[in-house]
């Protein structure tokens, strides 16, 4: 899971560093602080940027219930805007998760939250697969909307479609090249779960994270899950 890619991402980090024990996050789009608070609660300092004052106003709460109130900053701002050369927002690893579906320009997002990775740093970017949208619809007997999702170029089931737009993982890396980022890293999340929902909790002994990143089942799980670093001018 996405979770467990981080924690992976935060000790690679850590391993190169003597003393110091903690790493610097942004979250763009972060919300609620489904991935902040948990980071804080692991000792690391994590500013949230988000459009919503409602979202946010929730992360400060669970912050605070969760002892780490003094960890976690809230920032609104509209993605859109959002300024990665920014000093105050510079931080080892930058999350771009659930954000690239809805902006109004992907590869001006990823430039942006490129800038904000420091040096060695790491971006993480979880986007919703249209080919994992098919694959549910199909399994779920809504043959039509998988129709849609596969004919529509952007993987929408049509205009009422909450999601502007579903990606494959080939566009995802053209994205990223586009804005000067190279993949480091590629996986699938929740593929096990998609296929083993209707049938209760299963044991999967590790067949999960295998089919996570073994590369024909990244393209359909329900969600990608990239990891970057921006490609420095002369490396």
Known sequence: ?????????????????QSERQVTVLDLGGGTGVYAVPLARAGHPVTVVDQSPDALATLRRRANAAGVGDLVTAVVS???????????LAADVVLCHRVLEYVDNPVQTLIEAGRAVRAGGVLSVVSASRF?????????????EARA???DPHGRVGAADQIVRRFE?????????QASLSVISSRGVGLFEELTSRHGTLS???LATTLDRTAP??????????????????S
Not at 2 to 17: D, F, Y
Not at 78 to 88: C, I, P, T, V
Not at 171 to 176: G, K, P
Request: proline letters at 3%; aromatic letters at 4%; charged letters at 25%.
């Open 78 to 88: 509209d993605l859109d805007a959002f300024d990665g050369g920014s000093a105050e």
């Open 132 to 144: 994992g949208a098919i694959l549910s619809r199909v399994l779920g007997g809504r043959c039509e």
């Open 169 to 177: 993982v080939g566009q995802l890396t053209e994205l990223l090249a």
């Open 204 to 206: 999967d002994n590790g």
């Open 149 to 151: 999702l596969l004919d």
């Open 217 to 234: 089942f990244v393209e359909v799980a329900p969600y990608i899950h990239l990891l970057a670093q921006p490609v420095r001018q002369g």
């Open 1 to 17: 899971m996405v979770s467990g890619a981080l924690a992976e991402v935060v000790e690679e980090l850590l391993k190169h560093r």
